[in-house]
């Protein structure tokens, strides 16, 4: 933990027994990080998808994405934009609506 406040949080979720704390070295954290690095390779995919659409996206600083994108297989590229597409059609969020409006179900 960075801060002595993450400590305090780590330590008492430690004592409730909401977390079990077992030592790491840095390659079993890297191993289990694998999966979110290929997830935000992702991330630009679904954003041009719904830019496709011309619904909002939100802006993310601090990160390469296209470069990132770039670093994927064709196919993976192709089903990212493709299933985006497809769950903002079904579920009806490529249209624009009031900030009051709920969205469709």
Same mark, same amino acid.
């Given at each position: +933990?960075? =801060?002595?406040?993450?400590?305090e949080i780590l330590r008492k979720a430690r004592e409730a027994g909401y977390v079990d704390?077992?030592?790491?070295?840095a390659a #079993?954290? +890297?191993a289990a990080q694998v999966n979110l690095l290929g997830r935000r390779r992702e991330i630009f995919g679904r954003l041009f998808a719904r830019k496709l659409l011309l619904v909002?996206?939100?802006?993310y =600083?601090?990160?390469s994405l296209f470069r990132s994108w770039l670093r994927i297989p064709f196919v993976l590229?192709?089903?990212t934009i #493709?299933? =985006?597409l497809v769950r903002l059609l079904q579920r009806g969020l490529w249209r624009r609506r009031s900030p009051f409006e709920e969205p469709a179900s």
């Open positions: +933990m960075r =801060t002595e406040r993450g400590r704390l077992q030592p790491r070295d #079993a954290v +890297m909002p996206i939100p802006e =600083t601090g990160f590229k192709c089903r #493709a299933g =985006t």
